[in-house]
């Protein structure tokens, strides 16, 4: 049995669940810290174990560019080349190769563009990037697809949606690595007949796992939920469900509510580099002025490496005369909070109290309008890597 549910809540779809990889079981809800370039951010895989991560995210993309695929196979895979001993979730690239699109040509079989770092000619299609997939060894591999653009309308969805689902049906039938498992991607843009057409097609080719795409791609937050809603009902129960790119702590708890098992983003790491720390009063901006002599942790309480030995004062200097510690110490404590509130929505789902909890993180933070500051939130790759545009 590939995923196992142990407990639902009364009052949601939020459920408990055990997802079982090549590399280790995985418990559910769970959020996967994003290592796009076969690095999360300013951490070592043990500062990552430590943490308590159970996943982490690789991207075909970027890894295909750097460092290509004859090193990746020299190495053995992606886990010996970073030394990651534990499960590894790869994005199928496609929400990067279409960020490229106006640098490029759109086919049944996949997309022709030039590459962000050089300029060079380049093919991606659901072969290419299954095998490229297959090479990594991912435990978890995504189906090619077409990342819907937002604003769109129906007649656009559409078309974008048939195409997803074209290739869906040739990721299924490509070889894996052993023990590989493949997630398909459900995409529809905010029109709730799409999202449910793409439910019951992905669902019908029997993928390990289902993912809702095509969101924290510009819509509000409201529209992003409402998404949720359409699909909620129509997912495979008996399948685990990964929400793309989200999100924000509020976002993680209405994901959950919607049934929702899995959830990456960027935010923790980027938003740490640049400041700003999470806690559960909502979020400090920890270079502001205010803090110039505050010799307190981070939070109070928290038992993360940064927040036991380190003041707010101390990590303020660090991060404003760029020391690279600074960073890091902001990563960790970020990292450790959204690692934190996935295990703690599982204790609370385990105790029959998670509505209480919910609703607590969701009144914490307010709504957003768009996440990462409409950044792209499916990588950490740099500023030459591709935007959302």
Known sequence: MIFEIHKTDSGSRARRGTLHTAHGTVETPVFMPVGTQATVKAMTPLELEELGAQIILGNTYHLNLRPGMDIMREAGGLHRFMGWNHAILTDSGGFQVFSLAKLGKKTREGMLFQSHIDGSPMFMGPAESMAIQRTLGSDIAMAFDE??????????????LELTLEWAKACREQERAPGQLVFGIVQGSTYQDLREKAVDAIAALDFDGIAVGGVSVGESEADMVRVLRYCAPVLPV???????GVGTPRQ?????????????????????RNGSAYTPQGTLPIKAAVYKEDFTPIQEGCPCYACRHFTKAYIRHLLNVNEILGARLMTIHNLHF?????????????DGTFQTFAQNVISTYPEAAKDGNGEDSRNESGSDSPKRH
């Open 238 to 244: 008996e399948k685990p469900h990964y929400l793309m």
């Open 338 to 350: 959204f690692i934190e509130l996935a295990r703690k929505a599982r204790k609370h789902l385990e």
């Open 147 to 160: 990342c819907t653009p937002w604003p769109a309308t129906w007649d656009e969805a559409h078309r974008s």
């Open 252 to 272: 993680i708890i209405e994901g959950i509510l919607n049934g929702i098992d899995m959830f990456d983003c960027v935010l923790p790491t980027r938003m740490g």
